[in-house]
Nanobody, 118 residues
Framework: QVQLVESGGGLVQVGGSLRLSCAAS????????MGWHRQAPGKQRELVAA???????NYGDSVKGRFTISRDNAKNTVYLQMNSLKPEDTAVYYC????????????WGQGTQVTVSS
């Protein structure tokens, strides 16, 4: 089993910045993808950004150029630096860890609220 613990959410003004962190523990595949998804009220959950244990990052179109995802493999931790925040970034942000395709393993954190006030 894998546990994901998120931190760093909160309230910020338009144009401000926040940094989210997610620490994974437990039986973690060395080959994995960690990432962030978000869900706003009345909307579907969407990809924000993802980063594999090795390889290129992937960003949702709405956050490209403003958000940066990074990870520390030694700490099994993924970070999301969010800059130039907009009211439409308001959502619950969920950390995700996906194992290799053959494993069928896909884990989610409990979510952290990000609110951008105008």
């Amino acid at each position: 089993q894998v546990q994901l613990v998120e931190s760093g959410g909160g309230l910020v003004q338009v144009g401000g910045s926040l940094r989210l962190s997610c620490a994974a523990s437990g039986s973690i595949f060395s080959c994995n993808v960690m990432g962030w998804h978000r869900q706003a009220p009345g909307k579907q959950r969407e990809l924000v950004a993802a980063i594999p244990s090795s390889g290129s990052t992937n960003y949702g179109d709405s956050v490209k150029g403003r958000f940066t995802i990074s990870r520390d493999n030694a700490k099994n931790t993924v970070y999301l630096q969010m800059n130039s925040l907009k009211p439409e970034d308001t959502a619950v942000y969920y950390c995700n860890l996906r194992g290799p395709l053959y494993s069928g393993k896909n884990y989610w954190g409990q979510g952290t609220q990000v609110t951008v006030s105008s």
